[in-house]
């Protein structure tokens, strides 16, 4: 009963931080078209009325910036990461199986490294108090710390992921290693980009 408990509680777990990853991708997309407008705003003013509003750059790097840290989850689970697959799709079942795994570990060991230097970053700017030096000066422990969580955030869902796929490594089930780390295949893709078309005709 326990190993089919245990990947269902797994299962459950990848579902949740799908759904979370996906609002955190909309909520780095309202920040790019917040900044967008913002920059479209200061252009227009400084043309037409001779003003700026001031800023516009250095938010709108900060929301780029953040945004990109929030989507690395979600792109991930979704497999949309770029991999070399010359080989790959010719490889042996069990041998890409075993690929895929360390693909994971391997973007694990990256961003945890980055995590942690990122973490360096936004705790010095907490503790000796910076702001940018702009007319704005934003304290810098804000955008870095938010640009932080959004790397936390990723470091948590790969953990899951190499959880979920050592399982199934373990247990045999090669498809659901592919399913979870391994490359998207054409026939995938073909079948996204074909229910994505269909809801625009729809919509």
């Known amino acids: 009963m326990a190993p089919t408990i245990y990947p269902s509680f797994l299962g459950s777990l990848s579902r949740a931080a799908e759904h979370l990853s996906r609002w955190a991708v909309w909520f780095g997309g309202a920040l790019t078209i917040g900044s967008v407008l913002l920059i479209t705003f200061d252009v227009l003013a400084r043309k037409f009325f001779g003003f ?97 969580l959004g790397l936390i955030w990723m470091c948590l869902v790969l953990a899951l992921m190499l959880v979920r796929s050592s399982v199934a490594l373990v247990t045999g089930r090669f498809d659901d290693v592919k399913a979870i780390a391994g490359v998207r295949s054409t026939q995938e893709e073909a079948e996204e980009e074909a229910a994505a078309g269909e809801r625009m005709v729809k919509g």
């Open 52 to 148: 700026t509003t001031g800023g516009a750059d250095e938010l709108s790097s900060y929301a780029f910036a953040i945004s990109t840290s929030w989507a690395f989850a979600f792109a991930t689970l979704q497999r949309a990461n770029v991999r070399v697959d010359v080989l790959y799709q010719y490889l042996p079942v069990r041998l890409s199986a075993v690929l895929d795994w360390l693909s994971v570990v391997a973007l694990g060991v990256f961003m945890v490294m980055l995590t942690y230097y990122a973490y360096d970053v936004a705790a010095t700017s907490w503790t000796q108090n910076s702001a940018a030096n702009t007319p704005l000066a934003t304290p810098l422990y804000i955008p870095q710390g938010l640009w932080l």
